[in-house]
């Protein structure tokens, strides 16, 4: 599929488009094109092609090219890769946090997932309680972990 | 000699035909770009209407800024400032605002306006009388309550008074009510037109400040740092209050280098007891505002491409971790040069407050009367 049948398929607007308005030389617009045509190919969904369109316009406008086209194979994979573009320092700290913050001492048998919600990085946990007993164990490994943040 | 800002064109409402304003500005513009106008009935041979509202493009902004309207404002002057409509989510420090016009002839690539307004032109208003009246309406209810006014929300305070010289209507007021406190904020230098009356000591004149290499890359035609500098200084050697508001701190590679020149020119140029307030605060926008700031300065900029992400009040952000970070090395690095140096944050969660200070500002003795809450304003207009 390729970008203008993507966009009426998922009825896109030219107001969603607005951010395009920054490209201003042929060569930008024509890169652009190439971008989107590989990105409808992934058959993303509305809000997800959009806001990797939007990256892919700053990525230009910030001088990258024919690298775009790197892990475009897969959308998840790609989506990675120029999010790492286009926030260094970001996905650079996340790294550094999340290998932080899977080091802790959680509770035996939580599960843990590092998470980027807006402008706050963590962790989500998830933890499986029976008894009391249970409860009191958690609550005496999450002081443990209290401490290690506190470091 | 003055410098006057550069208008392309200069409208004058009929409303505003008589006004002071619009004699000083016939007086110090060229007539050929003055032109008498109603709002009401624009027009037609004009290529763009006075009337039209709603969502600018990057070149109708642009031109806004180059066209200016002396008008009437019909509605409300006084206002809460916008921080306390969001009282759940961040905390707020009791500022009130008075808007004498709106738009702003400076051009930073990060002002909130490029998502505030749908205006056509650079507006002053014309009825400051009115403006004086609410005012004084009001400081007659509660004239030993310690409101704080603040010309500069939608409009430079200063950056247009050659034009309207309202800051010394403002100043001869203030200084009627000792226990109010009057604060201009600008990024211009624009001091001298005041500086003859004397003060009751309750005017702050309050730059936003940042350091030389952000002011140069980011805040297109505003006084350079060095300009704000030497204003300031004018100011306090006049008696005035002085205040910095270091916002939008804007993260850069060199950030920690060029913010601790900042913090220690500050401290070298002026003393704690010269500065009522230094506050702090981090880039931030509505989400909207992105596209007319990439349009407008492309991606070369600093604001561009920072890295932002969805905060609590819906604005755009830096990471949290980082606000706090930024925050907390600025806070360090003022107390570390003088103790008594009195800052606070503007417009920012408890949460990042209670990271950079580990306290609320009700708990900071210093800042208790800041944040006190204040009696409401009623609504001039019901």
Partial sequence: MDFTSWALQKKLKDQDLLFKRALKTPLQEALFSKLANQLASLNPTYSEGLSVLEMLTDLILMGHNEMLFEGAESFETWKSALKKLRFPETSQRDELLKTKLEQLPWPYGSKVKFERRGDKAGVELKLFVSSATDLTKILASLERVQVEISK | MIMLPTFDRIFIDKTSEDSEVALRVRSLYPAEIITSSDERQPN??????????????????????????????????????????????????????????????????????????????????????????????????????????????????????????????????????????????????????????????????????????????????????????????????????????????????EWKENYSYLAEELNRQFNPSDVHIISLGSLRFQPEQRHMMRERFGLDSLVTRAEMFSSEGNKLRYDAALRSEMFQFMIKKMKALDSAWNIFLCMETPETWIQSFDKVPMQVPELRSLFKPLPQIRDFQS
Avoid at chain 2, 46 to 59: H, I, V
Avoid at chain 2, 112 to 125: A, C, P, V
Avoid at chain 2, 136 to 142: F, G, V
Wanted: net charge positive; glycine share 4%; charged share 20%.
């Fill in chain 2, 44 to 253: 037609a041979n004009e290529n763009f209407s006075l009337d039209k509202k709603g969502p600018m493009t990057a070149d109708e902004f642009n031109l806004s800024k180059r066209t200016l309207l002396l008008t009437t404002f019909k509605g409300q002057f006084f206002k809460r400032c916008p921080g306390a409509t969001q009282k759940k989510a961040l905390t707020c420090c009791n500022y009130h605002v008075l808007n004498l016009g709106s738009q702003c002839n400076m051009n930073c690539s990060y002002c909130y306006l490029q998502s505030y307004l749908n205006s056509r032109t650079t507006k002053i208003f014309t009825n400051i009388d009115q403006a004086l009246a609410e005012l004084k309406e009001m400081a007659d209810q509660h004239p030993d309550q310690p409101f704080r006014v603040g010309t500069g929300e939608v409009i430079d305070s200063l950056s247009l008074d050659l034009l309207t010289l309202y800051s010394r209507r403002l100043i001869e007021f203030i200084n009627q009510y000792p226990k109010w406190i009057l604060e201009f904020k600008t990024k211009s230098n624009n001091v001298e037109q005041f500086l003859d009356l004397k003060t009751a000591g309750n005017t702050v004149v309050s730059w936003s400040i940042n350091p030389p290499y952000i002011i140069d890359r980011e805040e297109h035609g505003t006084a350079r740092f060095y300009e704000r500098i030497a204003a300031a200084i004018k100011c306090r050697d006049q008696g005035y209050k002085i205040a910095f508001h270091i916002d939008p701190m804007i993260w850069h590679p």
